[in-house]
């Protein structure tokens, strides 16, 4: 960066040099010296003539590599302070949060290049200029220092606060814009039917007008600021001329410096004037540093990192309340059951029960305040969250896939795993046909978050990815969601064998297959309500049996 | 780069557009007067001896054309935004215009995100190139033509060194430009990849962590945030080389014509006064060049957004034609489907085929059938979206093309699978049944349709925001509002579909009572998911392949035995 600033003054040297030195040139010339007077000039005219834009270049590229090795330590210190974070605190406003940091990230490129350097080569040149020119006469300091206090400080300072008053505003006009158009596309049927296109083609076109009249309003500020500092620069360069006559006509300057001072005045100015519309990233990079900066401290602390002889599936929950964050309200209360291997647990319920919530709190994606969970008889604080999450094999409702290969993303989950135990798990999942048709096999890429695959091959990968991990727990969140029937069949034959000595819990919206399960919990607003076998629960005509008769009623067709 | 279509746009503008080439015009013609007034005092004071007292009325005149100079660039840039604004208005009128009289059918093939990006971010793509590139270009034509004049005038040497060195510039960009896409094109694949990279590890920052990887990729992204910047680097080298190249033509030239003038100076080929002039113009002269190059992005992201915008503008798409017919007050509304077959233009197999059927008012229709048995289409030719090519819709035994669209779209309540809800006020949204509905009146609709309750509950009750960016709302909540709204509108024919809300009975039961309240004495059309609304329609339609299989009540196709029976039989395995 202090390269960049260096060569950024050398480069605005080199103009004031190559402009002063021609007009000192023919200043000189057209007093008829002899040629060889001209040669130092003429050399020097050549050599800034080049070297000027040679120094540019190399001021552009030193600045962007400075920037771009900032910006990849920033990015490496947001993540690792994101790491450790609950997933409810990184996926809080549906990701907004991820979304901001990677522009927020972004967006620092433009404080580095363009806030950063600027101002500090305007300052050294002005300076230089002040030690110049204060040979001559201090009435010239007064004018330099008054426009590149102008154009440097107050045009900015201006153009900022201008920013400032009308980014607000512009946010919300446009955010509404956004809701208005939205609505117009996703809502036409509704637009349509409800005769309501024309006034809601008006509230647009209004919030269009206000947008227009904001973003006028701030063109005026930028073309207003700009329109001062250029101003400032040929007001200056117009007292620096008075000047010099007053000092050439009391013979205190030779007249061969009059042109001179001129064109290094004019030229200097290449390094104030762009500060103002770089101003114009002042207030967007701040507010982008201020969320970059206050990304909250991880709050789990608990466990002392312990890692222990492989422990079995056996896992306890006592009178469990459980929140995602500590300001919220518990999303589970009261809940009690206990997972061993062998053993098959299903979870049913409307949906925005509370079902996916016990796996996050199994995973210890919270905070659990109230009852214990225990594994093997050991309570979970007993351990690190990293320890605990070895103990569990997911397949999430959601299962993320990266952008790599099959192979790649079921080797996620154990990297050393031979060739046969992939060929194992790929067959129970039931994916073994589908990587047969495939031209690269496992070697295919899934695409951006998947999106090559449909939601069941997604799916069976996650199952395959779970099953290899040979953690005690499995913890399955609808994991027939997306599958047919008779894939589902043969996914939960591939199942079996991996279920008998492994404990696992079954989230289900379909009450089928229910036959198999060794318990069933009905989980109503965060409670478990009801529990038993299926033929205990359809006996017991409460919840569960309204369910079934819902789901019975349902045509067999969707 | 300039665009004919966008040409023209700013020619429906042309006071706008007349201003800034003018404007344009007036920058080149103050520079080439201040140069002349410099070099004017320069040369008085410097060679003839002048004083500061006879120079007086020359820097009087100096400051005003420098303050003309300004003054003209202030306007000139604050027209380029004014044209900009006029055409942007003018777009997203038309495009708005466009996009709803194409309906939620046309409308529906193009993608919702790709419609909003172009209605947002598309037109305001199209700023930056009224409001900058195209003054741009007009004072890149405008200034240096002016000045090589003026220059023509004083010196015919410098004036061939500047007509010379002038063009080098656009041949260079060309040149470089040329070697550089096919590079740069490489590497702006890699770098997005590498930045959705970064992306998706953040993303799947969960299952990470599920598998205990999540520490090790600190490692990764600070790896990879370095290929990143070499990357990024490698492709803005070749932006730098261009500027490079264009600085050093000009600053080459600058240094050219000031060693010819000083040569000639010395041996009295020219005046200082006409030397000093020329030197003063020469990077003034490039100048407006160099800028070009750097808005050069702005126009051509203006073109691009104008290449999707015009796509769109200039889409057939002929509105079917309906009547002038208006209802009576209160009328109750029979619906004679009569023969009706439709195809969709881009598709050859007919989404429905001679379709027939009476919907009565009081009577309960419902309809059933596996997705893509032309369901929605036959809703979407019921609310007129949509002209059938052979057969007849009659109601109350009038075609339904003979009466105003408007008006039979008021004699409909339409309960969508999924509703949306529009970014205003619960109360606003209840109210688009009915527009001067007062509170109470909404008070009353939700109270029917089971929502009042949990309108209460929220933050603002009646005046919390919902839709994109408001208070979220759970599926169940969704549907009574959108019941609430079919209440409020109170309209002879109501079109619901019935979407189960999972496997909640709490809900489904509000839901089932405020349905039931609605369907008294109106003409339904239930597009059925559940066998207990099947069991108590009057009239079943089983609709397969765009055909009626059969109709009747459930105990008529039970005994049918057909295709109904079927289904319900393989599926239930009990009646």
């Known amino acids: 960066m202090l390269l960049a600033v260096l060569l950024g003054c050398l480069a605005v040297a080199g103009n004031v040099g190559l402009l002063s030195l021609a007009a000192y040139l023919i200043s000189l010339a057209a007093l008829h010296p002899p040629l060889v007077a001209l040669s130092t000039a003429i050399v020097g005219v050549r050599f800034f003539g080049i070297v000027r834009a040679l120094l540019r270049y190399l001021e552009r590229y030193t600045a962007h590599s400075a920037t771009f090795s900032l910006m990849g330590m920033l990015r490496t210190w947001v993540y690792a302070r994101i790491e450790p974070l609950l997933p409810a605190e990184v996926q809080r406003n549906n990701g907004e949060l991820l979304t901001l940091l990677m522009q927020d990230v972004e967006t620092m490129r433009d404080f580095y290049l363009r806030l950063l350097a600027p101002p500090a080569v305007a300052g050294i040149i002005l300076l230089a200029a002040l030690r110049l020119l204060s040979e001559l006469d201090t009435a010239f300091l007064y004018v330099l220092v008054t426009a590149f206090f102008i154009c440097g400080v107050l045009c900015p300072a201006g153009m900022y606060y201008w920013q400032l008053g009308n980014a607000g505003q512009l946010l919300r006009t446009r955010a509404s814009l956004n809701g208005h158009i939205v609505d117009g596309i996703a809502g036409m049927t509704e637009l349509a039917a409800f005769q309501y296109g024309e006034k809601l083609t008006g509230q647009m076109i209004s919030t269009g007008e206000r947008l227009t009249v904001l973003q006028a309003r701030i063109a005026w500020g930028q073309a207003t600021t700009e329109a001062i500092g250029l101003f400032t620069l040929h007001g200056s360069v117009w007292c620096v001329l008075y000047l010099a006559v007053r000092l050439v006509e009391t013979g205190q300057l030779p007249g061969v410096y009059l042109a001179v001072l001129v064109f290094a005045v004019q030229s200097g100015f290449e390094a104030v004037l762009p500060l103002t519309a770089a101003s114009r990233y002042l207030p967007e990079s701040a507010a982008a540093a201020k969320r970059l900066f206050s990304l909250p401290e991880s709050a789990v602390s608990q466990g002392r990192a312990q890692r222990e002889d492989r422990l079995n599936g056996t896992v306890t929950l006592e009178r469990v309340e459980f929140r995602y964050s500590k300001d919220a309200s518990p999303v589970l209360k009261n809940i009690s059951f206990s997972l061993r291997p062998g053993r098959r647990i299903a979870v049913v319920g409307p949906s925005g029960a509370g079902k996916s919530s016990l796996i996050a709190a199994l995973l210890q994606f919270g905070y659990c305040d109230k009852g214990c969970i225990t594994f093997a008889g050991k309570d979970s604080t007993y351990f690190s969250p990293e320890a605990v999450r070895e103990l569990f094999s997911v397949v999430p409702q959601q299962v993320y896939l990266f952008h790599a290969s099959i192979k790649e993303n079921i080797l996620l989950a154990k990297p050393t795993a031979s060739q046969s135990e992939l060929e194992a798990v790929i067959s129970q999942a039931a994916l073994g046909e589908l990587i047969d048709s495939l031209p690269q096999g496992v070697d295919t890429l899934v695409g951006q978050q998947g999106q090559a695959l449909s939601g069941g091959q997604r799916q069976r990968i996650g199952i395959a990815r779970a099953l290899l991990k040979e953690a005690p727990v499995l913890l399955l969140d609808e994991p027939f969601a997306h599958l047919d029937t008779l894939t589902a069949g043969r996914v939960l034959a591939g199942l079996q064998e991996a279920l008998r000595e492994r404990s696992s819990l079954w989230i289900t919206h379909q009450l089928t297959g229910l036959e198999m399960m060794d318990e069933i919990l009905v989980v109503y607003q965060g409670e478990i309500v009801e529990r038993g076998t299926l033929r205990e629960l359809l006996a017991q005509q409460g919840m569960f049996w309204q369910m079934w008769c819902l789901q019975q009623d349902r045509l067999p067709f969707e | ?575």
Not at chain 2, 165 to 188: C, N, R, Y
Not at chain 2, 311 to 336: I, M
Not at chain 2, 493 to 516: F, H, Q, R
Request: aromatic share 8%; charged share 20%.
């Open chain 2, 1 to 575: 780069m300039i665009d004919k279509r966008l040409l023209r746009e700013a020619r429906r503008h042309s006071q706008w557009f007349l201003l800034i080439i003018l404007l344009g015009l007036a920058v080149g013609i103050c520079a080439t007067l201040q140069a002349d007034y410099l070099s004017r005092i320069i040369s008085g004071v410097f060679l003839e001896g002048l004083r500061l007292q006879d120079v007086r009325d020359w820097l009087s005149i100096l400051l005003v054309i420098a303050g003309g100079r300004v003054l003209s660039g202030w306007f000139l840039e604050l027209a380029g935004h004014q044209l900009a604004f006029e055409i942007k208005r003018d777009l997203r009128q038309r495009l708005l215009d466009k996009i709803l009289r194409m309906g939620p059918v046309a409308g529906a093939s193009e993608q919702t995100g790709e419609l909003t990006n172009l209605l947002l971010e598309g037109i305001e793509n199209i700023e930056p190139y009224f409001a900058r590139y195209l003054p741009q270009v007009c004072v890149t034509a405008l200034i240096p033509l002016t000045i090589l004049v003026s220059v023509f005038l004083r010196d015919k040497i410098t004036m061939v060194i500047l007509l010379i060195t002038a063009p080098l510039i656009p041949v260079f960009m060309i040149l470089i430009g040329k070697l550089a896409e096919k590079k740069s094109k490489q590497q702006w694949e890699y770098l997005s990849r590498v930045s959705g990279h970064f992306f998706d590890v953040l993303e799947g920052l969960t299952t990470l962590k599920l598998f205990g990887r999540s520490r090790e990729q600190i490692k990764v992204i600070a790896a990879m945030s370095q290929g990143f910047s070499a990357a990024t680097l490698s492709v803005l080298k070749i932006a730098f080389l261009s500027a490079l190249v264009l600085e050093l033509v000009a600053t080459i030239s600058t240094a050219l014509v000031a060693v010819g003038i000083g040569l000639r100076l010395l041996y009295s080929q020219i005046y200082f006064k006409e030397a000093l002039f020329v030197l003063l113009l020469t990077p003034d002269f490039f100048l407006p060049l160099r800028q070009l190059g750097s808005q050069f992005h702005a126009g051509l992201s203006g073109v691009s957004a104008a290449e999707r915008i015009y796509g769109l503008l200039n889409r057939d798409f002929t509105p079917a034609k309906f009547g002038d017919r208006t209802f009576a007050e209160e009328a109750d509304c029979t619906v004679a489907v009569e023969a009706v077959s439709f195809c969709y233009p881009d598709r050859d197999k007919a989404a429905l085929k001679r379709v027939s059927f009476v919907l009565k008012p009081g009577e309960k229709t419902a309809l059933i059938g596996p997705s893509g048995a032309g369901k929605s289409t036959l809703v979407n030719l019921l609310i007129g979206f949509l002209v059938q090519q052979e057969g007849s819709i009659k109601v109350n035994g009038v075609r339904l093309q003979d009466f105003s669209l408007l008006e039979w779209q008021k004699q409909i309540a339409l309960v969508p699978q999924t509703p949306h809800l529009f970014c205003c006020s619960v109360a606003d949204n209840i109210r688009m049944g009915d527009e001067t509905a007062t509170l109470a009146a909404v008070v009353t609709a939700a109270q029917a349709a089971g929502a009042h309750d949990f309108i209460q509950a929220l933050p603002a009750r009646y005046d919390t925001i919902l839709g994109d960016g408001g208070q979220a709302l759970s599926g169940g909540e969704v549907k009574r509002i959108a019941l609430a709204r079919a209440f409020l509108k109170n309209a002879p024919l109501l079109i619901l579909d019935e979407a189960t809300t999972g496997l909640d009975p709490y809900n489904e039961k509000l839901l089932d009572e405020s349905v039931d309240r609605l369907m008294q004495d109106k003409t339904v059309l239930i597009i059925a998911h559940r066998l207990s609304t099947v069991r108590s329609a009057d009239q079943i339609v089983v609709l397969a392949g765009g055909q009626v299989q059969e109709s009747g009540t459930h105990h008529e196709l039970i005994e049918q035995k057909g295709a109904y029976y079927t289904m319900l039989n393989g599926f239930q395995g009990s009646l």
